[in-house]
């Protein structure tokens, strides 16, 4: 198929099949691929070629946190596209300059120098990197439920099925328990969540331990809120062995949960912190590693053995520090932070309608509603690392009734744009509450 002209705007059909034709997609059988197709988009909503309307129910990949469109990010994306568009990282600039400063003064603690990365994967590629570098250890520790990234380490990392084609992995990760167990409905018990830890820190040798890698709140394997108390007894364990902690907060961070960042409602500094998706609103590509003050005065006398091309781009500086201009004229983490109590009114009133709603949790706008065939004993809709009839039924709703959003194995993600109003909330939960009927009848 051939592209006519440079200004003729291609339908739907002609996107996708010369996006199918020519282009590789991720986390996907590439023969199964039906994907749509879009033009634009503004606010929390997304428009087709042909002018179909649809709302990103989750932020794109729970990242386009301020909505799409936002000129103000735009004209200093291009303010700086006519400036200077790239330099080397060795160089200093202003706006690295300026962005460094600003993080410096939102970030926890004596979180005060920032390594900037191209996403999240490649901020935990080299918070690991830091991590060994600082202590001379090698093994870093994860969980099952989490997901870090793509990349080999990050990928290493990541607890959930989809390290196991990649497999073998980095040398020296080791798992630890996690807060929730697949297929309950309530974490376990903070003492026994600790107590699991510690066993593994003293079978594997607190000496030999570089790191605890931790989603502060889980994202994408169920968005998992740690209960009260863990992130401090993981910040105690960690400190009493000479282990870093490191939070990844690459998408529970700028105002997705109603603070700056996640590890702010349990007043923990990690030693560590990765950064991303909010941290440019995914308006441009950037991450980056946060550090406390000890770590970066540590690498005032020793190399950095790390680096990227692209570290410190003009441009998605550029777009970050208006970003989060945007978080501040906007009170968008405030709205956040309003808006949570109404997305559990949501989430309550859809689990007292429908049987298949087996647990829901939010914080702030970071939310999920889990899908159940049974609610005594609690059966999830799906299998674990699998899918249903029902759940392809909803997404086909979603799509064909105009929602987006992320619906893996049983559940339903409510992540929406941060700007949002209590309206447009209600008119996404609505398209949900008549999605839900479809599970409902699957229900014993």
Not at 160 to 180: F, I, K
Not at 283 to 301: D, K, N, Q, T, W
Not at 395 to 404: I, M, P, Q, S, V
Not at 415 to 434: H, K, M, S, V, Y
């Amino acid at each position: 198929m051939a592209i006519e002209s440079a200004t003729k705007r291609m339908t739907s059909a002609e996107v996708v099949a010369l996006n199918r034709a020519h282009t590789f997609f991720s986390w996907s059988i590439q023969g199964a691929l039906d994907p749509i197709a879009i033009d634009h988009a503004e606010g929390i909503y997304l428009y087709t070629p042909e002018g179909q309307r649809i709302i990103d129910f989750n932020s794109g990949l729970m990242s386009v946190n301020i909505g799409h469109g936002d000129r103000r990010v735009i004209d200093a994306i291009t303010e700086q596209a006519t400036k200077l568009q790239y330099v080397t990282p060795a160089f200093a600039t202003e706006i690295r300059a300026r962005l460094g400063q600003k993080l410096a003064e939102i970030l926890p603690g004596d979180l005060d120098k920032v390594f900037f990365t191209l996403g999240g994967a490649e901020a935990i590629e080299n918070a690991i990197k830091l991590a060994r570098h600082h202590t001379g250890r090698h093994k870093v520790l994860a969980r099952y439920r989490a997901y870090h990234g793509a990349t080999f380490g990050a990928m290493t990392l990541t607890g959930d099925p989809r390290r196991w084609a990649n497999e073998p992995g980095l040398v020296g990760v080791v798992r630890y328990p996690d807060t929730h167990r697949w297929g309950e409905k309530e974490p376990r018990p903070v003492e026994e969540s600790l107590q699991g830890l510690e066993d593994v820190i003293r079978y594997e040798g607190a000496h030999t331990i570089a790191a605890v890698f931790l989603e502060t709140i889980v994202g994408t394997n169920g968005i998992l809120i740690p209960p009260d108390g863990y992130l401090q007894g993981v910040r105690d364990i960690c400190t009493r062995n000479g282990i870093l902690m490191v939070c990844d907060e690459v998408m529970a961070g700028f105002g997705r949960t109603g603070r700056w960042f996640a590890v702010d409602h349990w007043d923990v500094v990690p030693d560590l912190m990765t950064l991303a998706k909010g941290l440019t609103s995914s308006y441009l590509p950037l991450g980056a590693v946060a550090m406390r003050h000890e770590i970066a005065e540590a690498f005032e006398s020793k190399m950095f053995y790390g680096g990227l091309t692209y570290s410190s781009h003009p441009i998605s500086l550029a777009a970050s520090l208006a970003t989060i201009r945007v978080y501040e004229e906007d009170d968008l983490i405030g709205n956040s932070r309003r808006l949570g109590p109404v997305m559990r009114g949501h989430h309550e009133r859809l689990a007292a309608k429908h049987p298949s709603v087996g647990a829901h949790r939010n914080i702030g706008l970071f939310g999920i509603i889990d899908l159940v065939r049974s609610q005594d004993p609690w059966t999830p809709l799906t299998p674990y690392n699998g899918t249903s009839d029902e759940m392809k039924a909803i997404g086909k709703f979603f799509r064909d009734n105009g929602l987006y959003t992320f619906a893996p194995n049983n559940s339903i993600h409510t992540n929406p744009p941060l700007c949002i109003t209590e309206e447009q909330l209600a008119e996404g939960f609505d398209i949900i509450d008549r999605a839900l009927d479809i599970a409902d009848q699957a229900v014993s």
